[in-house]
């Protein structure tokens, strides 16, 4: 029987995982500094950015609380399905609290885009967002970025440190492109 399903593998590093704990590091450095002497609740996107969250919070001098919250918009596949949905919210009042959003990856920023407003709403003192990973691409709808660690291709579909395909991949400590094989 013929399947039109495909399948996929493991292709080059795009990132070392050295190169990322490097950037983490900066990131994590330049983050508190901007914090000074507040304490920013870190909310983080399950499931992407935990681990990129986890070690990011390791560079950060600064005190901070941890919120996670988890939203579905990609289903298992490699192409978004379009509507954001928040799947698990939050336990911490945001009201008067400096928020900094964790993302793994902005692809068309929809995602990001949908937090920040949903979490502006419940007044909030301020928002900042992050991302280990911006894709390069024409920001009609540019997110509200304040940090991000590296650009990548648009058509680079990646995995590793966090990001998944079909919840696989996430425990790698590089990150590396999925290639689609016949
Ligand atoms: P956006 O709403 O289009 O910006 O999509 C962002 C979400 O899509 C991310 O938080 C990821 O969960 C997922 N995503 C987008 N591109 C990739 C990728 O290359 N690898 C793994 N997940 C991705
Ligand atoms: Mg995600």
Known sequence: METSEK???????L?????IQERVR???EK???????????VITVLRGSAIFSSDLVRHMSCD??????AVSSYGD?????????????????????????????IDSGLTLNFLVNHLASRYPASIRTCSLLLREIDQDNEPPLDYYGF?????DFVVGYGLDYAQIYRNLPYIAVLNECS
């Open 77 to 105: 596949g490699t192409k978004s399905t379009g509507a954001v949905k928040i799947v698990k919210d939050l336990d911490t009042d945001v009201a008067g609290r400096e928020v900094l959003i964790i993302e793994d990856i």
């Open 151 to 155: 650009k990548i291709k648009n058509d």
């Open 64 to 69: 901070v609380e941890m919120e996670y919250l």
């Open 7 to 13: 399948s996929y593998q493991l292709g080059k590093t």
């Open 15 to 19: 990132l070392e995982a050295s190169e």
């Open 31 to 41: 983050i508190s500094s901007d914090y000074s002497d507040e304490v920013p609740l």
């Open 26 to 28: 900066e990131l994590g």
